[in-house]
């Protein structure tokens, strides 16, 4: 039997943030700026299909043939529309290929991919007492509070942030009315 070195399994956590962060970096450097922006149109375009064909699917077990058509006629319309998307993404992957363009293409697509590695790393964040719960053994916070950057990417979770200032305003709001 193979021993893993304790260094591995003491960072097992770190070690696996930064191959996320290695394989956002290098997908960024790759697909540029625009790539990046271009992929997470489509994915975002991808995501409302499903959310909208799950829609269709619900509104022919219930027989409700309005809602229907309405879900059908916005499908193709997001259709079309992602095809136009991705005619201007690909016209814009040909602009950025003149030589100073695609250097700061190149450059915003590595910071674009630290930043989306960044945002994976702060959802895990938002998920990881739920982790704890269902594995209490685990030692996910002894290795996020023992690495100087895992401790500091925990402490300054944007997104986290975000949610909780979002909340916030929504219960003030909620409760002025």
């Not at 304790?6 to 625009?34: C, D, K, M, P, Q």
Request: hydrophobic share 60%.
């Amino acid at each position: 039997m193979v021993e893993i070195p304790t260094i591995i399994t003491e960072n097992l956590l770190f070690f696996v943030i930064l191959i996320l962060y290695i394989w956002r970096v290098t997908s960024g450097a790759r697909a540029g700026l625009v790539g990046e922006i271009g992929n997470l149109a489509d994915i975002c375009i991808v995501s409302f299909l499903i959310v909208d064909a799950i829609a269709m699917f619900d509104n022919i077990i219930n027989k409700n043939l309005v809602s229907f058509l309405t879900s059908g006629v916005i499908f193709l319309v997001v259709l079309i529309a992602r095809k136009a998307i991705k005619a201007a993404f690909a016209l814009l992957e040909w602009i950025v290929k003149f030589p100073i363009l695609n250097r700061l293409n190149l450059f915003f697509g590595i910071v674009a991919g630290v930043f989306e590695a960044t945002i994976l790393v702060w959802v895990f964040y938002a998920f990881h007492p739920y982790i704890n719960a269902a594995f209490p053994n685990n030692n996910l916070v002894e290795q996020i509070a023992g690495n100087t950057f895992l401790s500091w990417l925990y402490l300054h979770n944007g997104l986290g942030t975000l949610v909780t200032t979002l909340s916030g305003l929504l219960k003030q709001f909620s409760e002025e009315h």
